[in-house]
């Protein structure tokens, strides 16, 4: 009925033979939620978090990057890709969103501490996660899609 699959489609070799797979365990009408990292988000996480803006400049048409936690080289994709392999996958799509839209770029890690600011934060995310062009720039998006 529900598969999730949360931070796992950058590591995968074959994107859509997997969400294929996936797809295959669900039963008619079942629901994929799929979370991964947002190609489309590599230049502002360059440009802001690492503050490298020639990295920045060479991200911008990047497939890959290099993941630090697990050594190991991942492939990115944006959420409007996911969705055309999910379709393909025979699922429709039926809403996605952005995920840490504003928080994984606002460095000041010791002021997301302070609880009102937290929860400043906490608005801002929610009201931008389902709104165009916000949410395309997400550091994640979360597709949910429902088998055919």
Same mark, same amino acid.
């Given at each position: 009925?529900?598969?999730?699959c949360?931070n796992?489609?950058?590591?995968?070799? &074959?994107?859509p033979?997997?969400?294929?797979?996936?797809s295959?365990?669900? +039963?008619?009408?079942?629901? =994929? $939620?799929?979370?991964?990292?947002?190609?489309?988000? $590599?230049?502002?996480?360059a440009?802001?978090?690492?503050?490298d803006?020639r990295?920045a400049?060479?991200? =911008? &048409?990047?497939?890959?990057?290099?993941s630090?936690?697990? &050594?190991?080289?991942?492939? =990115?994709?944006s959420?409007?890709?996911a969705?055309?392999?999910l379709e393909?996958?025979?699922?429709?799509v039926?809403?996605?969103?952005?995920?840490?839209?504003i928080t $994984?770029?606002?460095?000041?890690?010791e002021?997301?501490? &302070?609880?009102?600011i937290?929860?400043?934060?906490?608005?801002?995310?929610? +009201?931008?996660t389902?709104?165009?062009?916000?949410?395309?720039?997400a550091?994640?998006?979360?597709? =949910? +899609?429902?088998?055919?």
């Amino acid at each position: 009925d529900l598969v999730l699959c949360h931070n796992v489609l950058q590591y995968v070799a &074959d994107a859509p033979a997997s969400l294929r797979g996936l797809s295959s365990l669900l +039963a008619p009408g079942g629901l =994929i $939620s799929l979370v991964s990292l947002n190609r489309l988000s $590599s230049v502002y996480a360059a440009a802001f978090l690492r503050q490298d803006l020639r990295f920045a400049l060479a991200e =911008i &048409d990047a497939r890959t990057m290099h993941s630090t936690l697990f &050594d190991t080289l991942l492939t =990115i994709y944006s959420a409007q890709e996911a969705c055309a392999m999910l379709e393909a996958a025979g699922c429709v799509v039926e809403q996605d969103y952005g995920l840490l839209c504003i928080t $994984s770029y606002w460095g000041d890690n010791e002021r997301k501490r &302070d609880p009102v600011i937290y929860a400043q934060l906490e608005q801002l995310e929610l +009201a931008l996660t389902d709104k165009e062009p916000y949410k395309r720039l997400a550091r994640y998006y979360q597709v =949910i +899609a429902r088998k055919v």
